[in-house]
């Protein structure tokens, strides 16, 4: 069996090490110019590659999301777990974030090349995929030659992370075959925000509760994470910003508004939050509403917000003004600010989008072409933060590979 594997990151390499296992000759086709070089940047280089606290249907986003338990209970976190470990690479459970217990994205990429040395696997890199045939055998063609496979997967990744020398071009090969898919959009990104106050903010960091209420399709529609907060010089980052990114890339691609509000005090609700202020406002009469601001805000944010409220950072703190001061308070529990766009995929770490799960089987095997599959971000699947996105490269990969390798249905020769 010839089995071509068109992209080697996460999922190529996995689908590669899972089919060559059944006995398959396996050719990955890398247009970069070496194999797993995302890998090298995940987890801020210490590579998340799963998660203990997994939900399907929580933690990934696709439109058929209903296809997903399915996929994952073939192959999940413990057969990831027991994938690595009873290769020889130790993980480690962080607050149920998993990592290999070197903590060095190097040491997961070493790893999957290692496997691959001791399998019949090749890699050609630096080599870009121009056409597929659609008679018979898989006829790709290359800037550097033809190649001939029985089973074709194809890991070709997504825009994400990468300049436009590389844009679609796998969504786009798939689309030549037939195959249907959703525009891709940026996910777990940056959202660039109105205003021209936010270079005063830029690296601020701290704990807020973020909410996106949603207006266009979704009317109505409210999400709210809660984690550390990055002010940049055009608008919030941050993991709970990542978070939701992808609900304001679709509202904003389907002309919708999006507006976010930020709580920078998350921890103090309800009567906790009032009682809060009351004690702060006491403590500091006779004192400056600086002191105030800065004693329960960043002083960038507090001094920001109680310019919004038109108090002076001056200015002394008495009980006639507590109304004034009580704005200020409620401005610091809820500082709206409209979105204007997403940063691109260029600066995105996943895209959402890509060929429907309806295209597929059970085995990711295309309906519309036997003998083809696909695995990994080329996928309409995304996920959270922490881990997600890796957990669906080695499941997707793994089931393509194995898939494809025991696939005894004939494709035939023109």
């Not at 790893?111 to 040395?117: C, D, K, P, W, Y």
Request: net charge neutral.
């Amino acid at each position: 069996m010839q089995i071509g594997i068109i992209g080697g990151g996460a999922s190529g390499l996995t689908a590669a090490i899972a089919a060559a296992g059944c006995g398959a000759e396996v050719t990955i086709l890398e247009c970069r110019d070496r194999v797993g070089k995302k890998i090298l940047a995940t987890g801020n280089g210490r590579c998340n590659l799963s998660n203990l606290d997994f939900d399907p249907l929580r933690d990934y986003r696709s439109h058929r999301p209903d296809r997903l338990p399915g996929f994952f209970a073939r192959f999940g976190v413990s057969q990831t777990i027991d994938f690595f470990e009873s290769r020889g690479l130790l993980l480690t459970d962080r607050d149920g974030y998993l990592y290999p217990r070197s903590l060095q994205a190097a040491a997961v990429l070493d790893f999957l090349l290692g496997e691959l040395s001791r399998l019949p696997v090749r890699a050609i890199c630096g080599c870009r995929v121009l056409h597929i045939g659609t008679q018979g055998p898989f006829c790709v063609e290359t800037d550097a030659g033809s190649y001939r496979f029985d089973r074709l997967i194809m890991a070709c990744g997504s825009d994400a992370g990468l300049t436009g020398e590389h844009a679609q071009m796998g969504l786009a090969l798939a689309g030549e075959l037939g195959i249907q898919w959703y525009p891709p959009l940026p996910a777990l990104t940056a959202l660039r925000c109105e205003g021209g106050f936010w270079k005063g903010l830029a690296g601020v960091r701290c704990q807020a509760r973020v909410t996106l209420s949603l207006a266009g399709q979704k009317r109505g529609r409210v999400y709210t994470e809660i984690g550390e907060v990055q002010l940049t010089e055009y608008g919030i980052s941050g993991i709970p910003v990542f978070q939701l990114s992808r609900f304001a890339a679709e509202t904003l691609d389907a002309g919708g508004t999006v507006t976010a509000s930020l709580d920078f005090l998350p921890e103090y609700d309800g009567e906790v939050g009032r009682a809060l202020f009351d004690r702060q406002f006491l403590a500091c009469r006779g004192k400056t509403a600086g002191e105030l601001g800065c004693g329960m805000l960043p002083k960038k944010v507090a001094l920001f917000l109680l310019r919004l409220c038109h108090i002076q950072a001056e200015e002394i703190v008495t009980l006639r003004e507590r109304e004034r001061f009580q704005r200020f308070y409620e401005k610091a529990r809820r500082f709206e600010t409209k979105v204007m766009q997403t940063n691109p995929l260029s600066q995105s770490q996943v895209s959402m989008g890509g060929v429907s799960l309806d295209e597929v089987d059970d085995t990711l095997c295309a309906k519309r072409r036997r003998g083809l599959y696909f695995c990994g971000e080329m996928l309409d699947v995304d996920g959270r933060c922490g881990g997600y996105n890796l957990q669906w490269a080695w499941t997707s990969g793994y089931l393509a590979g194995l898939s494809a390798a025991k696939s005894d249905e004939k494709v035939e020769k023109p």
